[in-house]
């Protein structure tokens, strides 16, 4: 493959001044450093008014090619994915590029077995095990749509994204570990499913060898897979065939399926990929997202595996068996590039440094933050502790939407500033906006925006693309509007100062607080609610509740408990509120709409600085709410 990489402050800057002056030619230059089958005709095309955005137009590729079959000729007996398991005590394991060609080719057979054809929506909701990354590839080599269901998500949560896409087949296990616990997947996907008609079968990889309860339409994986054959040729796709859905949650009830297509998203994840991370041949990448997330998707599987990286994928979670497993992990493994959240970095922070010092950190070059801004004390616990001052620090941000890092240092080229996310990706054209959509020149801050498409933004939503127009296309005609605010300074970086809408950030989460108060409303005694975000040391954001409820006799501490695993329930326990207060009124517009501003500063505490409410329908509400938070 074609060296994508900058190497200095200087191939940064020409980067960015060529993509300015003729976008296509710049991304064409990138893109013919891939394998496809046919070459584009037209680099771009779009109308953001419409909105529609094309790339590599004509072009014909399989990107599993890229990831896979192109580094056989190269290096076959590479290892493509390490895999470190939940409990320390299981064996790792190392799979070559080889083997892992073989297995998605293997599972791919299976799935064209089980009637899966091109353009077909197949659900996967499974643990972080080697198979979910086959899972993804095997739908992507035959031109099947993945769906990827983060494994927490409750059964409504699943179903909802199954019926959203009419998914055909789901992809499952009995069960994943995390931590100490035992998640019961397929017994949460047999809730989701009395509620999923499209689904034909069902593929249970067995993985606790817990018991399951079996239905006519399951199928054991290691059954299935036995039967298929490991020659499976690529399906070749046109550039802007959907390579995958992920859903990710928007300020109405309902997720939006982000639909990215097969050209664009490889071209960019492995540009961004190569560029932030500065990976050398040989060197151990690890990114501790879940495949379930748009993180995952991009870092842990399709951006190292097309430029042919060693990709670290680990089953547990950062505090099994204890609060220094990550730097365990980073030692064991030689791990040279570490990617994580703030929220996992704070939560470890609270814990003595020896956890983190009594390890070998030698090997790291590189750490990289996603999810969330970071604040400056994780910053420089991140970089004191885990980096000992010599690891370059990429703040990257990033979103579902976007499907690549577009504002982000490159590690050891560009500077790092903290807590700024820093400098646009060589190809992106970020602005600051004022309320009016008046671009803002040099210092300031707005709202944030971009001018001009890259190749891995989402083309659409699943089935309402009146949505995607409004949600991106229509506050500020012209641009792309992410939904966060920002600030820029004299020398042009970027700080990521939060969202604009009624998305919250929940240790790196992305929860749309009106599904959260559609679940708290269908409780009985609930009337009406509104859920806030307020500052929470640990997962950066944490959720406030205020319900009003249609009785004056209640057990409180009965009732938010029950509300509590009704979120669990209906979205999932990432999504249960910190705090419940029940109130008798909610403040209101005159024209009947909840003034969620006031809410915010309530929950933050900041009770002196809530402006005139004398406007409001109810003021005296605000009087009440403050006297008994
Ligand atoms: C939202 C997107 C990017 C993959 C994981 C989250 C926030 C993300 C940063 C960062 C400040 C960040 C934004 C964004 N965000 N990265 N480095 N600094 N904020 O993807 O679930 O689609 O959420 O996460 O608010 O819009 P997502």
Redesign the pocket.
């Known amino acids: 493959m074609k060296d994508l990489t900058y190497r200095s402050i200087e191939d940064h800057s020409n980067a960015v001044k060529q993509a300015l002056e003729n976008p296509e030619s710049f991304w064409s230059k990138i893109a013919e450093g891939f394998h496809w089958h046919k070459k584009w005709d037209t680099t771009l095309e779009y109308d953001f008014n419409q909105p529609s955005v094309k790339w590599f137009l004509g072009g014909q590729l399989n990107i599993t090619e890229n990831c896979l079959d192109r580094h056989l000729t190269t290096h076959p007996d590479k290892t493509s994915l390490i895999f470190e398991p939940n409990d320390p005590s299981e064996a790792a394991q190392h799979i070559s590029y080889r083997t892992l060609h073989q297995r998605v080719c293997r599972a791919a057979n299976m799935l064209k077995a089980n009637g899966a054809k091109k353009g077909d929506r197949i659900c996967i909701y499974m643990p972080m095990v080697p198979e979910l990354t086959i899972a993804v590839l095997a739908c992507a080599r035959i031109g099947a749509i993945h769906s990827v269901v983060f494994a927490g998500f409750s059964a409504s949560a699943l179903a909802a994204r199954i019926n959203d896409a009419h998914c055909s087949l789901l992809l499952t296990a009995d069960g994943g570990f995390r931590g100490s616990k035992v998640t019961p997947l397929k017994e949460i996907a047999d809730d989701a499913l009395l509620n999923c008609p499209s689904i034909n079968n069902t593929i249970v990889l067995k993985r606790t060898g817990q018991h399951v309860s079996w239905n006519k339409k399951d199928l054991w994986w290691h059954e299935e897979v036995e039967k298929a054959s490991d020659v499976c040729p690529a399906e070749v796709m046109d550039s802007e065939d959907p390579l995958f859905i992920l859903y990710?949650s928007g300020s109405t009830g309902k997720p939006k399926g982000m639909v990215h297509t097969c050209g664009g998203y490889m071209v960019y994840t492995a540009y961004s990929f190569q560029n932030v991370f500065q990976y050398q041949k040989g060197d151990v990448y690890w990114c501790t997202a879940d495949i379930g997330?748009?993180?995952g998707h991009s870092y842990i599987v399709y951006g190292p595996l097309i430029v042919g990286a060693t990709t670290l994928m680990f089953e547990g979670v950062p505090s099994y068996p204890d609060y220094g497993r990550f730097w365990e992990v980073c030692a064991k493994h030689k791990v040279n590039q570490f990617y994580t959240a703030p929220t996992a970095i704070r939560a470890l922070q609270k814990h003595p440094t020896e956890l983190v010092t009594k390890h070998d950190l030698s090997s790291l070059r590189v750490l990289g933050?996603?999810?969330?801004?970071?604040n400056e004390e994780a910053w420089h616990w991140y970089d004191k502790y885990v980096g000992k001052h010599e690891c370059p620090i990429v703040?990257?941000?990033?979103?579902?939407?976007t499907g690549g890092i577009l504002i982000t240092s490159l590690a050891g080229i560009t500077p790092q500033k903290p807590t700024y996310?820093t400098l646009p990706m060589p190809g992106i054209q970020v602005v600051l906006l004022d309320a009016e959509g008046n671009e803002l020149a040099g210092e300031a801050e707005g709202i944030l925006a971009i001018s001009h498409p890259w190749p891995s933004i989402a083309r659409t939503i699943w089935g309402d693309h009146k949505r995607y127009k409004n949600v991106y296309f229509s506050a500020y005609p012209g641009y792309y509007f992410?939904?966060?605010g920002a600030l820029r300074d004299a020398k042009g970086n970027y700080r990521?100062t939060?969202?604009v809408d009624d998305v919250v950030?929940v240790s790196?989460?992305?929860l749309g607080t009106a599904p959260i108060e559609n679940a708290l409303n269908e409780h009985e005694l609930v009337v009406e609610s509104a859920v806030v975000g307020f500052p929470h040391d640990v997962k950066g954001n944490a959720l406030h509740a205020y319900v009003i409820v249609n009785s004056k006799i209640i057990d409180e501490t009965k009732m938010t408990d029950e509300l509590r695993s009704l979120v669990a329930q209906t979205i999932g326990p990432i999504a249960k509120p910190d705090r419940i207060q029940v109130v008798s009124g909610l403040p209101k517009t005159r024209s009947g709409k909840i003034m969620r501003r006031i809410l915010r500063k309530l929950a933050a505490g900041e009770h002196g600085s809530l402006g005139d409410v004398s406007t409001l329908l109810n003021p005296e509400v605000v009087e009440e709410i403050k006297k008994n938070s």
Do not use: K, M
Not at 369 to 374: C, D, F, N
Not at 395 to 401: A, G, V
């Open positions: 990710t997330w748009i993180t933050s996603v999810g969330e801004p970071i703040d990257t941000w990033w979103q579902t939407e996310a992410p939904g966060d990521i939060g969202r950030i790196g989460h992305n």
